[in-house]
C-alpha cells in the first residue's frame, strides 16, 4: 500500500494516459466502422487530409490531382500527372492526435488551459499534417530514389519532433502553474 502512496502521481498519470488513449483510439475506430461515403473516400478526415494537401501542392505550383482507389481504402495523389503516393487513413494524423490529446489529459490540471492547449496543439498538428502530406508528395515527385528517407524517416521524425516540443511547452506551463499555486 506503501508503494502506491508513493507512486500515486505516477499511476494516475499512466491511467489517464491510457484510459484516455484507449477510449480515444475505440471511438476512432467505431467512426471509422461507420464511415463510408462515395464521396468522401475512404472516411471524411482523410478525404479532407487529401483534399488539403493536393490543394496546398497546387498552391507550390505544381499540378496536383487525387482520385479514390477503389480497390484500396485510399486517394490516390498524382503530381503533374505522375502517380506518387496513396493517402490512406493512416496519413491523417490522427493517431498522432490521440497520442497528444491522451498525455495532455494525463498531465491536466485547469480545465480551460487544458481544452485551449488541447485545441492549440490539434490545430498545430492537422496544419502540419497536411503541410507535411504535400512536402512529402512532392519529394517523392522530386526525389524518387529517396522514398525511404522521406517516408519513413524525415518526415515521421518531423511531425513526432513537434509533438514532443508541444508535451515539453505542456510540462512547462503545468509546472509553472503548479509554481504560482505554491
Not at 471509422?32 to 505550383?61: M, R
Not at 522521406?150 to 511547452?169: K, R, S
Request: aromatic share 16%.
Amino acid at each position: 500500500m506503501q508503494i502506491l502512496k508513493e507512486n500515486k502521481r505516477v499511476i494516475v498519470f499512466l491511467t489517464v494516459f491510457l484510459g484516455s488513449y484507449f477510449l480515444l483510439s475505440a471511438i476512432y475506430h467505431w467512426y471509422l466502422s461507420l464511415t463510408f461515403s462515395p464521396e468522401h473516400y475512404p472516411d471524411f478526415i482523410t478525404y479532407y487530409v487529401a483534399k488539403q494537401s493536393n490543394d496546398l501542392i497546387n498552391t507550390f505550383g505544381y499540378t496536383g490531382q487525387i482520385f479514390p482507389m477503389p480497390n484500396h481504402p485510399a486517394m490516390a495523389q498524382f503530381v503533374n500527372g505522375r502517380h506518387v503516393a496513396r493517402i490512406i487513413e493512416g496519413c491523417n494524423a490522427i493517431s498522432v492526435i490521440i497520442l497528444f490529446v491522451s498525455f495532455v489529459l494525463a498531465f491536466a490540471k485547469k480545465i480551460k488551459t487544458t481544452f485551449l492547449f488541447i485545441l492549440s496543439g490539434v490545430s498545430i498538428i492537422y496544419v502540419l499534417n497536411i503541410l507535411r502530406v504535400s512536402l512529402l508528395c512532392i519529394g517523392l515527385y522530386e526525389y524518387p530514389a529517396s522514398q525511404a528517407l522521406l517516408h519513413d524517416i524525415l518526415f515521421p521524425l518531423v511531425i513526432y519532433g513537434v509533438v514532443l516540443c508541444l508535451w515539453v511547452i505542456w510540462v512547462k506551463i503545468v509546472l509553472k502553474a503548479k509554481g504560482n499555486e505554491e
